[in-house]
Nanobody, 114 residues
Framework: QLQLVESGGGLVQPGGSLKLSCAAS????????MGWYRQAPGKQREWVAS??????YADSVKGRFTISRDNAKKNTVDLQMNNLEPDDTAVYYC?????????WGKGTLVTVSS
């Protein structure tokens, strides 16, 4: 059973930066792709970014967020978030595709507020 653990959430002012990290509990070569989703208060969960055979971003974060995987370990994924806006406030969830199954972390809260 794959487990994902996120870290790095917190409170940041508008225009600030935050880096989220996620570590998976299985050996790296079986993870095909990793990514991030988020769910804002009162809204549906939405895809943010993913990386595997290609790297893609939601339009709302393109140019501000950068997703990256550790080339050596491959079982970690980071999300560098710059120029944060109040609309970025959400619980951010790490995801991983492992043996054809999509796994979720428990989430980490990001609050953008002055």
């Amino acid at each position: 059973q794959l487990q994902l653990v996120e870290s790095g959430g917190g409170l940041v002012q508008p225009g600030g930066s935050l880096k989220l990290s996620c570590a998976a509990s299985v050996t790296t070569f079986t993870i095909n792709a990793m990514g991030w989703y988020r769910q804002a208060p009162g809204k549906q969960r939405e895809w943010v970014a993913s990386t595997g055979s290609s790297t893609n971003y939601a339009d709302s974060v393109k140019g501000r967020f950068t997703i990256s995987r550790d080339n050596a370990k491959k079982n970690t994924v980071d999300l560098q978030m710059n120029n944060l806006e109040p609309d970025d406030t959400a619980v951010y969830y790490c995801t991983a595709v492992h043996s054809g199954v999509l796994y979720w972390g428990k989430g980490t809260l990001v609050t953008v507020s002055s």
